[in-house]
């Protein structure tokens, strides 16, 4: 196979990934609002495990500077906070059943950029040796599982339909094609890696900032403890896959 049809598939299949979310649309609405919170909080674990222990990693193995990566991860926390700020202006100005929470709009930015950056660096692998790049992408893929399970239970929480978070999910993916394609153009030419911490940082900020306060607001000590231990499930999730694929992650 060549390194182009290499990408295509490779993009297309990961995409498909962002499907995964579909296995809640056997679940009753009295289901899901069970077990939502608890996903959300995996979600934190999964966002937060992404960026400490893939994304920054992977920005040191490729060069880029301690002072620089830490530079460019709090610029991405920092446009996402003033991203979700004029969100908030733009849809929730006035009190309204249609307004939905901004941080899904985040989720879907972070995952398209994360899923950008993962398709400009399998692609460029796949352009110097298929079956490297192909190793890449399976490692890639390992951990895009549960981080769109989650993404898709955010959205849900934040008051989207079931299939249009589906829908909204497969399109966030297909940018990893994106990504591969743009590298396939571009070649190795051009160093994206400096992107790697820029998206951590939009992680980061979803994560802490979102995502951890909205699983810490119930009451119940014992519901707080289940989500507690989800939260710790997505992040140890997260810091086992990068021990078992090391560098490919």
């Not at 995996?42 to 920054?56: E, Q």
Request: aromatic share 8%; charged share 10%.
């Amino acid at each position: 196979m060549s390194s182009l049809g290499a990408i295509v598939l490779g993009g297309l299949l990961m995409s498909a990934i962002a499907l995964v979310g579909s296995v809640t649309l056997l679940f009753s609405e009295q289901t899901l609002d069970r077990i939502l919170r608890p996903m959300v909080a995996f979600a934190a674990g999964s966002l937060l495990g992404g960026a400490f222990f893939h994304m920054l990693p992977a920005a040191a193995e490729s060069g880029v500077s301690a002072l620089a990566s830490g530079a460019w991860s709090m610029a991405g926390f920092a446009l996402f906070m003033a991203l979700e700020q004029l969100l908030h202006y733009h849809h929730c100005r006035r009190a309204s059943a249609e307004c939905k929470q901004p941080l899904t709009y985040l989720i879907l930015l972070g995952d398209g950029l994360h899923n950008l950056i993962g398709g400009l660096g399998v692609g460029s692998v796949m352009l110097v040796d298929t079956r490297l790049g192909l190793a890449a992408w399976a490692a890639a893929a390992a951990h895009e599982i549960p981080q769109e399970l989650g993404d898709f239970a955010v959205l849900v929480h934040g008051g989207w339909g079931r299939r249009r978070a589906l829908l909204f999910n497969l399109l966030s993916g297909l940018m990893f094609l994106v990504g591969g394609l743009i590298a396939y153009v571009v070649s190795v030419a051009i160093d994206l890696t400096i992107l790697i911490p820029f998206a951590a940082g939009n992680f980061i900020y979803i994560g802490a900032s979102d995502l951890v306060p909205e699983v810490n607001r119930h009451s119940d000590p014992l519901v707080n403890g289940v989500q507690y231990l989800a939260f710790l499930v997505g992040l140890g999730l997260l810091l086992w896959l990068r021990l078992q694929l090391g560098g490919h992650a």
